[in-house]
């Protein structure tokens, strides 16, 4: 079953966004993970009809803990879809990929002080909060900035 852009060349290879993945191995070696981008981005504005037509205000939101890149965060952006982060690590990755912070929703578990900080300093969409001692840790945070 062959999805998005994928296709079998004439020498019987596996093409990806028209890359040749025997070609891509022997360059990068293996594993090798290749996304289609074609695919990606028809899915997101799929996912965007879906919802938006029966919901016209919905927001959709990428799980970033699926997998995350520079590349993807730009992606997603560029379709117009939120970005669901669960640590600094991946906010960090959407920062350097230049998605709006306006855009991004913290969630996870048990977030440190310095992922809070990292969060109300760059102007997060929201934390989604898991606890009272989480809320109560996002307001003296918030309130120690002024």
């Given at each position: 079953m062959l999805l998005g852009t994928q296709q079998v060349s004439a020498a019987g290879h596996l093409v990806i966004g028209g890359?040749?993945?025997?070609e891509l191995a022997r360059k990068f070696g293996?594993?090798?993970?290749v996304m289609d981008e074609a695919c990606i981005r028809e899915n997101c504005r799929a996912y965007r009809r879906a919802f938006e037509?029966?919901?016209?205000?919905?927001?959709?939101f990428y799980a970033g803990k699926a997998f995350l890149t520079m590349a993807?965060?730009?992606?997603?952006?560029q379709e117009g879809l939120g970005l669901d982060v669960a640590s600094a690590g991946e906010f960090y990755t959407a920062l350097q990929a230049g998605f709006p912070a306006g855009r991004v929703y913290l969630h996870g578990n048990f977030k440190s002080p310095s992922e809070m900080n990292l969060a109300l300093d760059h102007g997060v969409g929201r934390i989604v909060?898991?606890?009272?001692?989480e809320?109560?840790?996002i307001d003296s945070?918030?309130?120690a900035k002024g």
């Open positions: 890359c040749d993945t025997v293996t594993p090798l993970y037509s029966r919901h016209p205000q919905t927001e959709i993807l965060c730009r992606i997603v952006d909060v898991d606890s009272v001692e809320l109560e840790l945070l918030a309130q």
